[in-house]
């Protein structure tokens, strides 16, 4: 049957790995498993300006899984009887069945003498557009790398991958995951514990919280069970439902049928470009009423602002702006606040959050386009608003439950922008203990000993739905800001005329 089967070119049968019944089973929780996280697969890319010692590195993340419940990340995706996913971690970890999938390259030549690698993004005297993350993933994972969630299933894999690549000079650290994992405060706190223990400090280690019972579940039940207290979803009358969201569909298709060509790329933006950004937006803005004092808005939302503007901008006609954002539950309960006094949620935690903008505010100045960002994630970071959200999220089935509701006008163009800032993930790693020798020697040199320089991230297989998205990566050492975009042609040209201006 299997030699008919290639005969006529079918696809091979394939068949999931049989259950071990040692292993020790863990959930995924409400907002890992949904529709949207079922269809990625992150990359993650980490360029350190040392020699690390790449066994040291694997070895460490190794021994990290081995602690409590972090055994979890070294686990094996499985599908439930009911069709929830769940993760499958072996008890004990063999070389046969390991925490990590572990691969290491050595190039025998420094860095800038890679034909490819030295176009990575840089540290520029001025704010600039470079190379984007797809150009690179050959430093991200290795060739055969899991990228989609059947692979994951249909292979006894862990879910982590570790591809280091050696330069002379330098060290990429690619890990890979299903995004079903983890959030970007899963990565941080992943980064923290796994330099305590390349440091010999494994005691300090903080337990990963809520491995079994999910947090955000017990939080939205907690406040259900208080009568009377529960506020309603405002954000939910503005959710798209018939024929509105079939509307919405159709004009994502056909913007998707006519501007196709989609370019990922870097943006650098100096530290004194941003802090530009912010006293123009501020100049933009009119005092409040009585005391003579501007509005306030934040470096994330004029940020945020100048990205929307670029995409408002370049549009060929006139049509409003949503603006999507994940807000992190972590830092909007109370509840999970004081339980992260003992540990970390290495999960996904994050809600949908939405800015609704006119054409014309859209395209406006600086400053109102922040404030109104500014006034919408107010509104709908309130604990109340968290909880009526995560009250609503649990009223749905679990693998139908989806963080990223469309919601706002049908007629608008979605605009998704990922702030990783509070993350801090410049400064996260400290390889320091793995560092051979260094590989930056010269005085400008910005950051400690085997600390990150430069991070991008990206998903194994990059859909053309994909489109005017933003990720703001953070801060470097020397408080300059990272971002990455997937953008039309006509919206990079808008981004390099304003770059031009504050050059």
């Not at 859909?463 to 703001?472: S, Y």
């Amino acid at each position: 049957m299997e030699a008919l089967r290639q005969l006529i070119g079918a696809s091979p049968t394939r068949t999931r790995p049989a259950r071990v019944e040692t292993d020790d089973i863990y959930p995924l929780h409400m907002l890992d498993d949904t529709k949207t996280l079922r269809g990625i697969v992150v990359t993650w890319t980490l360029r350190f300006n040392d020699v690390l010692d790449a066994d040291k590195l694997h070895n460490s993340l190794s021994a990290l899984l081995e602690i409590g419940d972090w055994r979890k990340l070294g686990g094996r995706l499985r599908l439930g009887e009911s069709g929830e996913l769940e993760i499958h971690a072996p008890r004990p970890f063999t070389a046969e069945r390991p925490a990590v999938f572990y691969t290491h390259q050595t190039l025998a030549l420094d860095i800038e003498d890679h034909p490819l690698a030295k176009t990575l993004p840089k540290a520029t005297d001025g704010p600039s557009i470079q190379a984007g993350p797809p150009g690179f993933r050959c430093f991200a994972a290795r060739d055969n790398a899991p990228e989609t969630l059947d692979d994951f299933l249909y292979q006894d894999v862990p879910q982590l991958s570790l591809h280091v690549t050696s330069f002379r000079d330098a060290t990429l650290v690619g890990l890979s995951w299903p995004h079903t994992l983890m959030d970007v405060m899963g990565q941080q706190a992943l980064l923290r514990a796994w330099s305590l223990v390349l440091a010999g400090r494994e005691d300090e280690v903080p337990p990963v919280l809520g491995a079994r019972e999910d947090a955000i579940c017990a939080a939205a039940d907690a406040s259900t069970n208080k009568a009377g207290k529960n506020e309603e979803f405002g954000l939910g009358q503005k959710q798209l439902k018939g024929w509105a969201m079939l509307k919405f569909g159709f004009n994502f298709a056909w913007g998707m049928l006519w501007n196709h060509a989609v370019e990922t790329r870097a943006v650098f933006l100096p530290k004194r470009v941003v802090a530009e950004l912010r006293r123009l937006a501020q100049d933009d803005l009119d005092a409040k009423d009585g005391d003579g004092e501007k509005p306030f808005v934040s470096e994330g939302d004029v940020l945020a602002a100048w990205a929307t503007r670029a995409v408002a901008s370049s549009l060929p006609q006139p049509r409003p702006v949503t603006v999507l954002h994940a807000l992190n539950a972590r830092f909007r309960l109370p509840a999970l606040q004081a339980q992260e006094a003992t540990g970390v949620f290495v999960q996904n935690m994050a809600v949908a959050a939405c800015a609704f903008l006119s054409h014309k505010v859209a395209t406006g100045p600086l400053g109102p386009i922040a404030l109104e960002n500014r006034h919408h994630l107010v509104e709908q970071s309130t604990e109340g608003q968290v909880l009526a959200c995560l009250r609503e999220l649990r009223q749905q089935p679990k693998t139908d439950s989806d963080p990223s509701m469309v919601c706002g006008d049908s007629n608008a163009v979605l605009v998704p922008f990922t702030n990783w800032t509070r993350a801090g993930v410049f400064k996260a790693a400290d390889f320091s203990p793995a560092v051979v020798h260094p590989g930056d020697t010269t005085p400008e040199r910005s950051n400690p000993p085997g600390t990150i320089v430069f991070h991008h991230a990206q998903s194994m297989r990059q859909g053309p739905e994909v489109r005017n998205v933003f990720v703001l990566l953070g801060k470097d050492h020397q408080g300059n800001v990272w971002m990455t975009g997937i953008l039309l042609p006509g919206t990079w040209a808008k981004i390099e005329e304003e770059l031009k201006r504050l050059s």
